[in-house]
């Protein structure tokens, strides 16, 4: 054999029991009862299906339930719920296998996260609540109206995930393109998520906002080491195995009988086809473009997050 083939075979054995090691010697972070963007507001949990979710509540007013997206928690609406707190009794979850809720051993299919959210839902005895999802939050909010779920009375979905196969997030940056490329490929799609550091989350972190300085860095931070609890690479590599099911959730849009409002950021990873293609297979949607915006809406224009939920409620006008 070759140099250059033990080489190669060296690198191929040690790289997987390297990345092992790395996953092993991370230090995962311990959930604070307050919130540092907001310390009067007090962090629980509560148990929906046999996993303990962290959740806040915030003001008082009609219910609002807010929905982050992918791979990050419900800090990501730091900078609206101060706002809609004025109008709104406003509650926001971590999902299984994000942030400070626990990781269960399960498929992350979008059924998965629907079923958990209403079991949120249920649990706190919400009702006629306006339910706002970014991403595939507001995928999980228009299924959870086209399945006619009773808490539900209107839904605001912003930068919805239902395209491409569930791919969208490849388009936000070359390394994101790449490293979510490798995903299933076997042993090398686990091995580059457990060597992941924390300059690459960041870069794939910040491709969701257009505007500079939008992506809190202590966030950013917090979301890098929340990512280092045990369990929590492979829930998320088992939602990007299942991200298909977030284009099909578009097949149950048809049945939605209640008002929905879709906002998206001209700088959404979404093309302008996709986007009208949920307008016209949702019944009656309103749909509301924001300028110099992204993906992450909530953190990039925040101002015109709330103003197009108070709008569409009829609230604060």
């Known amino acids: 054999m070759s140099s250059g083939w033990v080489v190669a075979t060296a690198v191929l054995i040690g790289l997987p029991l390297a990345s092992y090691a790395v996953e092993w010697l991370r230090r995962a972070p311990v959930s604070s009862e307050r919130l540092s963007w907001a310390p009067n507001i007090p962090v629980a949990y509560l148990t929906v299906g046999g996993v303990r979710l962290r959740y806040i509540t915030a003001g008082q007013g009609p219910a609002l339930v807010l929905l982050h997206t992918l791979r990050t928690q419900l800090d990501m609406f730091q900078r609206v719920v101060p706002p809609l707190a004025k109008h709104f009794r406003v509650y926001a979850l971590d999902y299984p296998g994000h942030g400070y809720s626990a990781i269960p051993g399960a498929e992350y299919t979008p059924d998965f996260f629907v079923a958990s959210v209403a079991g949120f839902l249920e649990a706190l005895q919400i009702k006629d609540a306006v339910v706002v999802g970014e991403s595939i939050g507001g995928t999980i909010a228009l299924?959870?109206?086209?399945?006619?779920?009773?808490?539900?009375?209107?839904?605001?979905?912003?930068?919805?995930?239902?395209?491409?196969?569930?791919?969208?997030?490849?388009?936000?940056?070359?390394?994101?393109?790449?490293?979510?490329?490798?995903?299933?490929?076997?042993?090398?799609?686990?091995?580059?998520?457990?060597?992941?550091?924390?300059?690459?989350?960041?870069?794939?972190?910040?491709?969701?906002?257009?505007?500079?300085?939008?992506?809190?860095?202590?966030?950013?931070?917090?979301?890098?080491?929340?990512?280092?609890?045990?369990?929590?690479?492979?829930?998320?590599?088992?939602?990007?195995?299942?991200?298909?099911?977030?284009?099909?959730?578009?097949?149950?849009?048809?049945?939605?009988?209640?008002?929905?409002?879709?906002?998206?950021?001209?700088?959404?990873?979404?093309?302008?086809?996709?986007?009208?293609?949920?307008?016209?297979?949702?019944?009656?949607?309103?749909?509301?473009t924001v300028k110099d915006a992204g993906h992450f809406l909530a953190l990039d224009a925040p101002d015109e997050f709330v103003r197009a939920v108070l709008d569409f409620t009829k609230v604060g006008a």
């Open 143 to 288: 299924l959870l109206a086209a399945r006619h779920h009773p808490s539900v009375r209107r839904v605001v979905a912003v930068n919805p995930y239902d395209y491409d196969g569930g791919r969208g997030i490849r388009r936000s940056s070359a390394i994101a393109n790449f490293l979510f490329a490798l995903n299933d490929v076997p042993i090398l799609g686990a091995t580059f998520t457990r060597l992941r550091q924390y300059p690459i989350v960041k870069r794939i972190l910040q491709g969701g906002v257009y505007r500079q300085g939008s992506m809190p860095p202590a966030l950013v931070r917090e979301m890098y080491e929340v990512g280092n609890r045990p369990g929590h690479y492979r829930a998320f590599m088992s939602l990007v195995h299942h991200w298909a099911g977030w284009e099909r959730a578009r097949s149950e849009y048809t049945s939605i009988d209640r008002p929905v409002l879709l906002v998206y950021g001209d700088h959404d990873w979404s093309r302008v086809d996709e986007r009208e293609a949920d307008r016209q297979a949702i019944p009656g949607a309103e749909l509301r």
